[in-house]
Every structure is written in C-alpha cells, then in structure tokens.
C-alpha cells in the first residue's frame, strides 16, 4: 500500500508540474478566444514568456520579478497579434503564425546576444515551493510520518507556487466571465459584435484587452517552466505546449472549468511520459508521443462538439 501511494504520488507530482504551463496559456486561450480573436500565437507567446523568465531570473535573484517579466513579455508579443487582426483586420491564423515564428528567432537571437549559446544559463533562484516550510515544521513534529521528504502528501501538496496560482486563475477567469459585466461585454463580443456594438460596448478595446489577457497569462505559463520546471531556458522545453493548451480549451468548450479539465488530462501524459520512460524499456520515441496522440484524438473527437463563439475568427468593421 504505501509503494502503491508512493508511485501515485510521483504520477501527480508530475501531472502537477506539467499542468499550469499548459492552464495558464489555456484561460489567456479562452479570453481571445471568447471575444472573437483566434489566437494561435499561444506557442510563441509561452516561448518569449519562457526565454524572458529565464533570462531575467538568471540575472536576478527574484524569481517573482523574472515570473512577471514573463507575463509582460507575452502581452508585448500579443499586442502585436491584436494590433494586426483587430485594427488592421489580418488573417487571425496567418497573424497567429507569424508570432509563433517571430517570438522563436527573438529569443534565439537575443539569448546569443546574451549567453553565447542558443540556451540560457540557470536561474538564481526558481519559484519556492509554497508548503515547503509548513511541511518541514510538521515533519520535524512527525519525524519519518505522512510529511517526510518524498511521501504521498509532500509529492502532491509541497509543489512550486505557480501549480496554486494556476488553479486559483481559474476561480479568477471564471468569476470575471460569468460574474461581472466586463464578462457579460466580452462573451457578447464574441457571439455578435455589431449587437454589442449598438448597445454602446466599445468592441475594439474589448478585443485588444482579451487578447492582451491572453498574451500575459501564457507568457506567465512559459515563464513558470524556466522558473519552476526546469532551470533554464533552451528551444526544446515549449515545443508543441500552446497548441495542447488550444486543444484543452475545444475540449472544454471555450470555458475556463472545462479546460482545467483539459490541461490535467495533457498535464497527466506529459507527467506519465516522463514517469514511464524512465527505465522502462519502451524507446523514449514512443513515449515522447503520448501528449500528441492524445491532442490528435482529442481534436478529433471534441471538435465537432465545441461551442465556438459565433464570431470567432472573424474581423469586426464598424459600420459607417
């Protein structure tokens, strides 16, 4: 028995670290989404949050400040994607595109201004783990019991401070879209523009903020992976993470509860790839694949079922 919660606990210890990359570019997802904005671009907004975060923290002992700078890169990059499909009227997917591959070579270029190398060096210092003094109190209280180093509860509970702040982001999103009337303005925006319009909401401003949103919250995703999963920023820890988290929120129906859904169940297989590959024998290629299986599947099987905005995608012209 306590094998067996010891093996659960190092599956969820995972899912936990890979999930809130993955939530937070997924609710920023759900902001563009929700007033009309496609935004594809995800992928590299969580690139230029992830090279930021490092780059910064490596420079700076406060992983806070690294965390934000993240957040702000990200916005930077999406008031560029609002700027082309919001006040030029771009292709959103064309738009989306070009971010991904401008915020790749940005960051390339500027960490071989600044490393030498096409990685960063590590962080001072990675976000803390929040539970962490309360859980070495209690195991000095209990020496050897449920809050040793490496139990159940610590593996689960005892992890980095962005997992909660992700979680608590979709209490956030979701009060902010059902609960207030910046909420009520985006949705309608998104489902009939010139309606909302009529009634006196400003449909450009609405739309550049949403997408501003979604632009900081994954630039905040990929700054909790350099600054909470791994230490330090390199071309390979992102790859593929935005178009998950665009898959998470078809499979949650554009709304904040069921893409957390979502992101645990990608959070879950990247956490078992990386729980099962090691030392299992099953080449590492196979494995590697599991999350992308699964966001093909899911694709194909939600889809079709996603209630999209009515206006999604599709530029709004103010009538003369």
């Not at 094998?3 to 570019?25: C, E, R, S, W």
């Not at 806070?64 to 030029?88: D, E, N, P, R, Y």
């Not at 159940?152 to 608590?168: H, W």
């Amino acid at each position: 028995m306590a094998q067996f919660l010891k093996d659960l606990g190092v599956i969820l210890n995972a899912t936990l670290m890979y999930t809130p990359p993955l939530l937070f570019a997924a609710l920023g997802s759900c902001f563009s989404e929700k007033s009309g904005v496609v935004n594809i671009g995800l992928e590299g907004m969580i690139v230029i949050g992830a090279f930021t975060g490092a780059a910064v923290g490596h420079f700076v002992a406060n992983p806070w400040l690294a965390f934000l700078c993240g957040g702000i890169a990200g916005g930077l990059f999406a008031l560029i994607h609002a700027f082309a499909t919001v006040t030029c009227k771009a292709d959103q997917t064309i738009s989306g595109t070009a971010i991904n591959f401008l915020a790749s070579g940005v960051s390339l270029f500027v960490c071989y201004q600044l490393f030498g190398s096409s990685e960063t060096q590590l962080v001072q210092k990675k976000l803390p783990r929040i539970m962490e003094g309360l859980f070495a109190a209690l195991n000095e209280k209990f020496p050897g019991g449920a809050f040793a180093q490496n139990s159940f509860l610590d593996l689960v509970f005892n992890t980095y401070a962005s997992t909660y702040i992700a979680f608590l982001m979709v209490i956030v999103v979701w009060f902010v879209f059902y609960r207030t009337r910046f909420g009520l303005r985006l949705r309608a925006v998104g489902e009939h523009p010139r309606a909302a319009d009529t009634l006196g909401v400003n449909v450009t401003l609405v739309r550049y903020l949403c997408v501003l949103f979604s632009g900081v919250l994954a630039g905040f995703g990929g700054a909790s992976i350099t600054l909470a999963t791994v230490s330090a920023f390199r071309q390979s820890v992102v790859v593929g993470q935005g178009f998950i988290a665009i898959a998470a929120v078809i499979f949650g129906k554009f709304k904040p509860q069921g893409a957390l859904l979502g992101c645990i169940l990608f959070g879950f297989c990247n956490g078992l790839r990386v729980v099962v590959g090691s030392g299992s024998g099953i080449p590492v290629n196979l494995i590697s694949m599991i999350p992308y299986v699964v966001t093909i599947l899911t694709l194909v099987l939600f889809v079709g079922r996603a209630q999209v905005p009515a206006a999604n995608g599709k530029p709004y012209i103010k009538s003369k």
